[in-house]
Every structure is written in structure tokens, then in C-alpha cells.
């Protein structure tokens, strides 16, 4: 009975041990790393590059208010300084790039750094037109902020140090700057001097003829190398960028303007003419120009060749998110043209024979040119801003090399 009383007591001892120890095991031993699995993904924050801000002076509409003596303008601080703000404009041009998709509003705030910094003294709202195929992602922007008139209750000065931000609202109430010049000066840093206005700026505009501009440029994400003018006796092929196959993931057709002459039409490297030069692959156009008629039947604009340099379309180089150039890569461009809103009497113009009035042919759309959207059909399409989905809009953007005879 002893020999089994023991055995028995032995048993429950190493039970109660191997139970503590299992125990001690599970309270103390490092924790499982645990996978956590992603709620969706990860939101692309909005970008802008390309930034400029430019400054300009324009002569004084109201200069009979004002006396100037020889040698002396007699120039009183304060009201007379929120008065002739009125002739300066700052100009904001940018490229949006992507991650646009929930953006509902982009903005810019003025300030004057010695208002301080969180004084917001005029907000501008970026109007929808200024949108490509109905998306912000891509699209080339332009706002201006000028001194407010007269009669606003809200006129303030531009002397001083001018600042800007540019804010985008996006997945409904949140803002992110997409541009902040309003941060504090480094140690030895001075403000931008085009984005300075002084006393004697406004004074001066009272007896000035015509506008002075200076423009500032901004370094955000990267700066897009310019087209030179210097591109005589050179033809050039232009690529648009395809969609890309689903099954394959291939480009299902490539569209290219081959053996492409520019004629410069101004300064900046900017602004050409296309003219089909000796190695454009058709015979029969070598020598002749493209030019944007209106189709009189669909009443939509589209490209023609024409015999004459003086019937060819003016077409604006637009910087692309695609390009490398500055990064000795690709050069990417858009092409851009603008045509008036108004083209016909159907359309209200007012001019003679239904034509626009001057004024009204100030009134401008602007055009691009696309790559061909239809599966096994290269070539070359002129659409406006509507009529092309969100995936097509990569097709507006076109490679530029130098055409070889390879």
C-alpha cells in the first residue's frame, strides 16, 4: 500500500509541475507577430510642378486722380497704396501632376509676410474650366490675384514681401499644400525680389506707358528643360503615348507624326507651326503645313493640311509629366491649340457672315492633340476637352525626338 501511496503522490507531483510549467510558458513567452491586413490602399497625396509666379505693373486707369510735379510725386502712404495695388498682378502657372482623383477644389491664399503668415488676405478658387477632360490630374493652371477695386470694402495694400500658397481639397474637407511660400526665411536668405512691391513700384505705375513683368520661378519637385528656338533644318517624330493592352500588356497601337518641321512663331521655344518636311512619309503633303479648321457638318474642329504657312494653327508646347529631358531622358510635350468657344451663328457669335467678333474670338478653348483611340488604326486625332475617358488621357502626352532616315 506504501510502495502504491507513493507512486500515486510522485504522479500528482509531476502533474502539478508539468501544469505549472505549461502555465509559466503561456504568460511569459514573447508575443506572435500579428499580419495586418491592409484596409485598401495606400491614397496618393496630389503634386504640382513647373510652378511660376509671375509679377506684373500695368499703367494706372485712374492717373488724372493723382499729381505728379517735376522732380517730385507727391505720394501719400495707406489709402493711396491700396488704390494703385490695383494695377499689380501676380500670376500663377503650374502643372498639375497626379493624385487628383477625390480633389474637389484647389485654391490660392495671398499674404504679405510683415501681415504675417497666417493672415490670408485674398483666396482665388481655380475654376473648373481650367480642368483636362473633366480631371484636375495633368492639367496645366493659371491663376491670377490683383489688387481689388475701388468700390470692395476689402482693399488692402500689395507693398511688402508677397507670398502664396496653393491648397487642394480633397476626400471631402481635408487640405494639403501643394505650394508654400509663406514659410520663414533661413539664415541669410532673402525673400524672391519679384515678389517684392515698394512704394515707388506703385508710384511709378501712374506715368508708365506699358507693362513690366518679372517672373519668379519656383523649384518644387523638378524643373522641366525648355524646347530651345534653335531647331533650324531639323525634322522631328512625335509619339503619343498608347493605351496598353489588357491581354498582353502591350501598346495596341502607336501613333506618330513622322518627318515634323517647327517654325518658331516666338521667343521661349514655345509656341510652333508644323510643317511636313522632306522625311514626312507622304509625297504628296512634303512642304505643306497643319492647320485646325472648323468641320462645318460635325461642328467640331479638326486637323487639315494646308498649302500655306499663314493658314496653319499656332501650337502651344505644354510641359508633360513624362519628361526626362532635365534628367538627359525622353522629351515628352503636349500640344496644345487654341480655337475660339464661339464658331458659328448657331453657336451665337455675332460677327460678320456668323463669324466671332474680336472679342468674342478672345474667348478661347483649348485644343489637343491625341493619339488615335481606336484599336488597329495609327494616326493622329484632334479632340477638345470632353469626348475621352480619364484612361485615354495619357495619350495626349507625345515624345519628341529628331527624325532619323533609319
Not at 114 to 125: H, N
Not at 130 to 150: C, H, T
Not at 155 to 171: L, W
Not at 382 to 397: A, N
Request: proline residues 4%; glycine residues 8%.
Amino acid at each position: 500500500m506504501k510502495t502504491s501511496s507513493g507512486l500515486l503522490l510522485g504522479v500528482l507531483f509531476t502533474l502539478v509541475v508539468v501544469i505549472v510549467a505549461v502555465v509559466i510558458y503561456f504568460n511569459t513567452r514573447p508575443e506572435e507577430e500579428k499580419t495586418v491586413t491592409p484596409t485598401g490602399p495606400s491614397p496618393t497625396l496630389p503634386s504640382i510642378g513647373d510652378l511660376t509666379i509671375a509679377q506684373t505693373l500695368s499703367p494706372d486707369s485712374d492717373s488724372e486722380t493723382y499729381t505728379i510735379e517735376p522732380y517730385t510725386i507727391e505720394y501719400a502712404a495707406g489709402d493711396n497704396e491700396e488704390k494703385l495695388s490695383k494695377n499689380v498682378t501676380f500670376t500663377l502657372n503650374w502643372e498639375n501632376k497626379g493624385g487628383f482623383e477625390t480633389v474637389s477644389r484647389i485654391r490660392v491664399e495671398h499674404y504679405i509676410r510683415e501681415e504675417g503668415a497666417t493672415t490670408v488676405l485674398q483666396t482665388v478658387d481655380v475654376n473648373d474650366n481650367q480642368k483636362l477632360d473633366e480631371y484636375w490630374d495633368y492639367a496645366p493652371i493659371s491663376v491670377k490675384i490683383s489688387g481689388l477695386p475701388d468700390n470692395d470694402s476689402n482693399q488692402y495694400s500689395f507693398v511688402g514681401q508677397n507670398m502664396f500658397k496653393v491648397i487642394a481639397t480633397y476626400d471631402g474637407n481635408k487640405d494639403f499644400p501643394l505650394y508654400d511660400g509663406t514659410k520663414a526665411l533661413g539664415e541669410g536668405e532673402n525673400h524672391p525680389p519679384e515678389l517684392v512691391i515698394k512704394p515707388g513700384d506703385l508710384t511709378a505705375t501712374i506715368d508708365m506707358i506699358e507693362k513690366k513683368t518679372e517672373t519668379f520661378s519656383v523649384s518644387l519637385i523638378e524643373s522641366t528643360q525648355g524646347t530651345t528656338k534653335e531647331i533650324d533644318n531639323k525634322s522631328y517624330t512625335f509619339t503619343a503615348t498608347s493605351l496598353i493592352n489588357d491581354v498582353d500588356g502591350k501598346p495596341y497601337n502607336v501613333s506618330t507624326l513622322k518627318g515634323i518641321e517647327l517654325i518658331a512663331q516666338d521667343d521661349t521655344g514655345t509656341e510652333f507651326k508644323f510643317k511636313y518636311g522632306e522625311l514626312y512619309p507622304t509625297l504628296a503633303d512634303r512642304g505643306k503645313y497643319v492647320g485646325a479648321e472648323l468641320n462645318t457638318q460635325t461642328k467640331a474642329w479638326a486637323l487639315f493640311t494646308v498649302d500655306e504657312e499663314a493658314k496653319a494653327s499656332k501650337i502651344t508646347f505644354i510641359n508633360s509629366y513624362l519628361d526626362k529631358s532635365d534628367e538627359a531622358g525622353d522629351t515628352y510635350r503636349m500640344l496644345r491649340i487654341s480655337k475660339p468657344k464661339c464658331t458659328t451663328s448657331d453657336d451665337g457669335c455675332n460677327g460678320d457672315e456668323g463669324k466671332p467678333t474680336d472679342v468674342e474670338a478672345g474667348d478661347t478653348q483649348d485644343l489637343f492633340l491625341y493619339g488615335s483611340h481606336i484599336k488597329g488604326i495609327t494616326g493622329k486625332s484632334w479632340l477638345g476637352l470632353s469626348g475621352r475617358t480619364k484612361e485615354e488621357t495619357p495619350m495626349k502626352h507625345w515624345k519628341l525626338e529628331e527624325t532619323t532616315t533609319e
